[in-house]
């Protein structure tokens, strides 16, 4: 992350999956996160990042078994 003074991760469960949004600080100073989707159930996400409340990306994830 380049820019910025404030960033995160949301995790948005979308196709099959339960729960709600969760989000994960980012600290711009590493090189990257470790996020712990144990307990998270099948189905499809979306990950996206935001960088002072802006989203600056997105990618797919599906958890299957």
């Known amino acids: 992350i380049?820019?910025?003074?404030?960033a995160y991760i949301t995790i948005?469960?979308?196709?099959l999956?339960?729960?709600?949004?969760?989000?994960?600080?980012v600290?711009?100073?590493q090189n990257e996160i470790?996020?712990?989707?144990?307990g998270f159930t099948l189905g499809a996400?979306?990950?996206v990042l935001y960088?002072?409340?802006?989203?600056?990306d997105s990618e797919n994830l599906i958890i299957g078994n």
Do not use: F
Request: aromatic letters at 12%; glycine letters at 8%.
């Open 12 to 15: 948005v469960p979308l196709y």
């Open 45 to 47: 996400y979306k990950v």
């Open 51 to 56: 960088c002072d409340g802006n989203m600056v």
């Open 17 to 25: 999956a339960s729960g709600t949004p969760t989000h994960y600080p």
């Open 34 to 38: 470790h996020i712990d989707i144990s």
């Open 2 to 6: 380049n820019y910025g003074d404030n």
């Open 27 to 29: 600290d711009k100073n």
